[in-house]
């Protein structure tokens, strides 16, 4: 069965800090990779996507993600992060079998430090 | 385009009681899902629909009815809501392939007593 798990619950990085957001995926195919962002009180936001071709994925906001097969990982990561970035960020992943439907991981929780 | 829409924003039932949860899309969507979000587990899938007349269960389906009469509209209903029916609940859409981006509503935050 489909799953993902990201380790990290909560992380907290000062203002202007690289980012890393960890994610893993179980799979026995190649899956379609997802990172959504959700604003407190909103709903969730697409920041980047995988689905083939170049591993490394660039999304809004000045996100990247990068996909490795052999380590079932799509992390997300920021070089340089800005206090609004202070969100839930959410992995997903979705199967070629199952038209739109995801499978989500727990969340993390992103403080940031001024 | 309004994109997805959910109605009402803020619920409180009591236990037992009934309601249903609106949700609207005016992308031409064919995929229509509903999930609820509780703290430290993410988004669960509780139904979803293929197309007009199609709807499937998801992870956590029980306590929970789905009808998709329309392409539109996706309504969800609690027939007789519990205390473990409180959460925020998320209405998305999309066209259905497998890369496709989801679309999200804003939420409903339900409150069984």
């Known amino acids: 069965a489909q799953s993902v798990t990201q380790p990290d619950i909560h992380i907290t990085v000062s203002e202007g800090a690289s980012l890393e957001l960890r994610c893993n995926y179980s799979?026995?195919?190649?899956?379609?990779l997802f990172w959504y962002v959700q604003s407190p009180g909103q709903g969730l936001q697409l920041l980047l996507k995988?689905?083939?071709?170049?591993?490394l994925v660039q999304g809004i906001k000045g996100f990247e993600a990068e996909f490795k097969r052999s380590q079932s990982s799509f992390n997300l990561r920021k070089p340089s992060v800005h206090w609004s970035d202070a969100a839930e960020y959410f992995c997903a992943v979705g199967a070629n079998n199952q038209g739109g439907k995801l499978i989500f991981g727990q969340g993390t929780e992103l403080s940031v430090k001024p | 385009n309004a994109g997805v829409t959910q109605t009402p924003k803020f619920q409180v039932l009591k236990t037992g009681q009934s309601m249903t949860l609106q949700c609207a899309q005016d992308?031409?969507?064919?995929?229509m899902s509903w999930y609820r979000q509780d703290p430290g587990m993410g988004l669960r899938l509780i139904h979803y629909?293929?197309?007009?007349?199609?709807?499937d269960q998801g992870e956590v389906p029980n306590g929970y009815n789905v009808s998709r009469s329309t392409t539109e509209d996706f309504p969800l209903r609690l027939l007789s809501a519990a205390p473990s029916q409180t959460s925020v609940y998320f209405c998305?859409?999309?066209?259905?392939?497998?890369?496709?981006?989801?679309?999200f509503g804003p939420g409903t935050r339900l409150t069984v007593l």
């Open positions: 995988y689905f083939s071709g170049d591993t």
């Open positions: 799979y026995g195919a190649t899956p379609y």
């Open positions: 629909s293929v197309g007009a007349g199609i709807t």
């Open positions: 998305a859409s999309s066209f259905g392939i497998p890369s496709d981006t989801q679309y």
């Open positions: 992308m031409n969507h064919e995929y």
